[in-house]
């Protein structure tokens, strides 16, 4: 039964299990990726198992039997400008003598039911989020595409991953997810399928989380977010659990010979597709705003470590979390604190937490309270070394901040991750007023110069910063745009050119003309077929593109 003892336990060794667990990954963040994430899922299942220890372990109490029983000293509680001494005990109801009464809130009883709804609230969320995984499952279809069923193989073969995966795609998904243990499935978005250059980073990095069994991580991950949503300690070690969880993946994918500033491209674009929202249940390529940051800054860093927690590794986590976590949860002072209750008064001072004094705050304004609040947050250590790795000075920092926008310390090791300077910030917010520094970080990652940009605004004067990062990736040029409308065809907008570029449209495929004896002009084109006779009248016949021939299967 769930009582207020059991909870305020639950409180303060979940915290100490949580900061011990983050306090190991700090230590260790020369580690790899997949090395740290065995520590981070060596806290979860601690804090799984924790409830489960305090009710079915002895109880555990160390302590001398003086530490509790003893009586506490007489203690002076300073009031208004004296000090008068509390000479007589108080009953543990926080009631003092002389008339002064002191009542503590009776909430004992409502304890477990406010604990009750947020957990239940948050445990039903979880529900959905899989129950939505496994409709979307049914209603997506099978993928036949030969370059994705290769390239699948392919990371089969090479991870010795001998499970069969189901390869799907659904139309109800902004990018690709993951999830499954002994049924795995990678469920593709239609974008995702036309990208078939990038098929083999996509399912190097899903079925790296299918591999790693990151689904049951994440769903444990979740349920101690549930069972402990009043600690800040354990949602800290939740997203840092799943910000392991990723980079492993991207680590399995760049030792697959996967080219990294390619692949920094590939997380850029599809973070515009990102799948938000809580009730998805899965993994997936596309990174969060959060980290997307953190991430590319690690893909493009060749100096990291890389590569799975070996066994050994494994294993130390294991035990060590396990010697400190099962001696916590059998630890117990609470029936030696009751007795002792009994037999010795608890003085009034010790028992009520100390209440500032009114001249303290006195003298507070508003003007005072200002800059304490506009205090800039220190940099973690984690930050700072990232930096040094990238190369920022605060030379650069000042620069980039003279820009103006958000430009947080993540900011500001993307933007240098990315060779992003202020000089580029100026130049491309002088072609796209308004661009922010995401946009300007994608843009630099797909080696945009300035002089393209401007080259591509000229053709387009209504050209977005979206449309640039599309060209870019497609290879379309100024000189590209003028050959084909050289060649007859309407380039009207940004659209277009990627439309032509994407379906293969060469400049050198001009059009043909013919004149009939009749003067009946035809004019024969790579898109259709137009007959122009003498008396005005048009006859357009359009061909079909044909499809693009499949990829051969990798060796």
Known sequence: M???????GLAWKSALVAGLTLGLLRLARARSAGERSMIAHAGIVALLALPAAMLLLPSWNPLPESWSAAPAPVVAAPVADSAVPIA????????????????LPEVGDFAPFLYAIPLALLSGVMLIAIVRLFAMRGRAEILTEGSWLSALAEAQRRMGFKHGTALLVSGELRSPISWGVLRPTIVLSPVAVEAVGEAEAIIAHELAHVARLDWAKLLGARAVCALFWFNPLVWMLARESHQLREEAADD???????DGPDYATLLVGAARHDNQGALMAAHGVAPGKGSLKRRITRVLDGSLKRGPASASWMLMSLVLLAGITAPLAAFSATADQKQAAKDSPVPFAAAVPAVAHPSATAGASPENEAPAAATHKPLTAEQLVSMRAVGVTPEYVAHMREQGGSMDPDDIIAAKATGVDAAYVNAMRGIFPGADMDDVIGASALHIEPGYAREMKAQFPGLSIDDLHALRALGVTGDYVRRMRGAGYSVKDADAAIELRATGMAP??????????DETRVEIGRGGLEARSADGRVARIEFPEPPAPPAPPEN
């Not at 769930?2 to 305020?8: A, D, Y």
């Not at 007589?88 to 009542?103: C, K, L, N």
């Not at 399995?252 to 996967?258: E, F, K, N, Q, S």
């Open 2 to 8: 769930i009582t207020t003892v059991l909870l305020l």
């Open 508 to 517: 050198g495929a001009k059009r043909r003309t013919t004149t009939r004896k």
């Open 88 to 103: 007589e005990a108080a009953p543990a109801t926080g009631v003092a003598s002389d008339g002064a009464r002191f009542t």
């Open 252 to 258: 399995a994918v760049l030792m697959a010979d996967i």
